[in-house]
């Protein structure tokens, strides 16, 4: 949130411009009118020139400000914004909506090396992946492997990243294997801890076995969901909406195979050729806040969605993260066989 301490209006002096670079370290102000739209930004280099022109200190930022500077909006991946960094030769590109109002601020130094994450990743992989044998018959289906190594070392480097350094996995069916494969995570930089499902808890069922409750949001995802969503962007979505519970859910469309007939009793109302059916999935990824923890039972089956529907009922706000990143649910041989590119 460091960004909005280097707003400024047009107004403001030039000299403001260079105390706000000194206090913020963030190398660009940006300009904005009442209504928080951008006007422009100021680095560097525009008080140089503006001084060269014979500007002094005491006039006004909206003489030196860049008003076509680089903006992008917030569906933008960082990947992407880091592309558009390189190719011209920019450090930060400020975040808009479709009115221009600033969201916030991309920052080429944080997207390279993000901050340290404090908050608990928990990844759900003991599954038996029934429909995965013969794969599975040996070996848990998180730690089959894709592009040379297991799916869960994927996402755990993913999450590495992205700056989270404490991960919770819970394992139950050959989950030694897991264990040995992983140990505690310091040889990695990180810390591991284990949560071991006596009998099959469900996709939630296991959070309860957690001894020390966390004291921030923290992020839950099944271990065999590959995808390209940023886990951090999941968690600032869902504290920036104070929700209790955040699912992230894909759209999913269904052609019907035949013609609709649409009726009213006998009589026919009209057609349509093969309908498109929409409907949002769930895609096995949450930002959960650490009270709903309170909703679960150590050895007890829970489902996250039965968890989720525990929640609306007593009063908790449950949300959706609406994803537009590739996506896969490994949990047939044919979504095995797709990333691995088969």
Same mark, same amino acid.
């Not at 999941?234 to 052609?255: D, I, P, Y």
């Given at each position: 949130?460091?960004?909005?301490?280097?707003?400024?209006?047009?107004?403001?002096?030039?000299?403001?411009v260079i105390q706000?670079?000194?206090?913020?370290?963030?190398q660009v102000?940006?300009?904005?009118?009442?209504s928080n739209?951008?006007?422009?930004?100021?680095?560097d280099?525009d008080?140089?020139r503006?001084?060269?022109?014979?500007?002094?200190?005491?006039?006004?930022?909206h003489?030196?400000?860049?008003?076509?500077s680089?903006?992008?909006?917030p569906?933008?991946?960082?990947?992407?914004?880091?592309q558009?960094?390189k190719?011209?030769?920019?450090h930060?590109?400020?975040?808009?909506?479709?009115?221009?109002?600033v969201?916030?601020?991309h920052?080429?130094?944080?997207?390279?090396?993000?901050?340290?994450?404090?908050?608990?990743?928990v990844?759900m992989?003991?599954?038996?992946?029934v429909r995965l044998?013969?794969?599975t018959?040996n070996c848990?289906?998180?730690?089959l492997?894709v592009?040379?190594?297991?799916?869960?070392?994927?996402?755990?480097e993913k999450?590495m990243?992205?700056g989270?350094?404490?991960?919770l996995i819970?394992?139950f069916?050959l989950g030694?294997?897991?264990?040995?494969?992983f140990k505690?995570?310091?040889d990695?930089?990180?810390?591991?801890?284990?949560?071991r499902?006596?009998t099959?808890?469900?996709?939630a069922?296991?959070l309860?076995?957690?001894?020390e =409750? $966390?004291?921030?949001p923290?992020i *839950?995802?099944? /271990?065999?969901?590959?995808t390209?969503?940023r886990?951090?962007?999941l &968690? !600032?979505?869902h504290c920036k909406?104070?929700?209790?519970?955040?699912?992230?859910?894909?759209?999913?469309e269904?052609?019907?195979?035949?013609?609709?007939?649409?009726?009213?009793?006998v009589?026919?109302?009209?057609?349509?050729e =093969? $309908?498109i059916?929409?409907?949002? *999935?769930?895609? /096995?990824?949450?930002a959960?806040?650490?009270?709903?923890l309170?909703? &679960? !039972?150590?050895?007890?089956?829970?489902?996250m969605?039965?968890l989720?529907?525990?929640?609306?009922?007593?009063?908790?706000?449950?949300?959706?993260?609406?994803m537009h990143e590739?996506?896969?649910?490994?949990?047939?041989?044919?979504?095995?066989?797709k990333?691995?590119g088969e």
């Amino acid at each position: 949130m460091n960004w909005k301490k280097a707003i400024l209006r047009p107004d403001d002096s030039i000299e403001k411009v260079i105390q706000n670079l000194d206090q913020t370290g963030l190398q660009v102000v940006l300009v904005v009118d009442e209504s928080n739209s951008l006007l422009g930004t100021i680095t560097d280099g525009d008080i140089r020139r503006g001084l060269l022109k014979g500007l002094d200190l005491s006039q006004p930022v909206h003489l030196i400000m860049k008003p076509n500077s680089f903006v992008v909006l917030p569906s933008m991946s960082r990947e992407l914004v880091l592309q558009l960094m390189k190719a011209n030769k920019i450090h930060q590109i400020p975040i808009v909506d479709e009115d221009r109002k600033v969201l916030g601020l991309h920052v080429m130094d944080e997207i390279l090396q993000p901050n340290q994450l404090e908050n608990l990743f928990v990844i759900m992989a003991g599954g038996k992946g029934v429909r995965l044998r013969p794969y599975t018959e040996n070996c848990p289906k998180p730690m089959l492997p894709v592009a040379g190594k297991p799916m869960l070392e994927h996402i755990i480097e993913k999450a590495m990243m992205e700056g989270f350094r404490n991960f919770l996995i819970s394992v139950f069916y050959l989950g030694h294997m897991i264990e040995d494969y992983f140990k505690d995570g310091s040889d990695r930089g990180i810390r591991i801890e284990y949560v071991r499902e006596e009998t099959p808890l469900g996709t939630a069922g296991a959070l309860g076995y957690i001894k020390e =409750k $966390p004291t921030a949001p923290f992020i *839950v995802t099944n /271990g065999d969901v590959m995808t390209d969503i940023r886990y951090s962007e999941l &968690l !600032e979505f869902h504290c920036k909406n104070g929700a209790a519970a955040t699912m992230s859910v894909r759209m999913h469309e269904w052609q019907h195979p035949f013609g609709v007939v649409r009726i009213k009793g006998v009589d026919i109302l009209g057609f349509e050729e =093969k $309908p498109i059916h929409r409907t949002h *999935v769930n895609a /096995g990824i949450y930002a959960l806040e650490p009270q709903t923890l309170d909703h &679960l !039972e150590a050895g007890q089956k829970c489902d996250m969605p039965t968890l989720f529907t525990r929640l609306g009922e007593a009063g908790n706000r449950i949300i959706v993260y609406p994803m537009h990143e590739p996506w896969v649910d490994v949990g047939r041989k044919e979504d095995l066989a797709k990333i691995r590119g088969e």
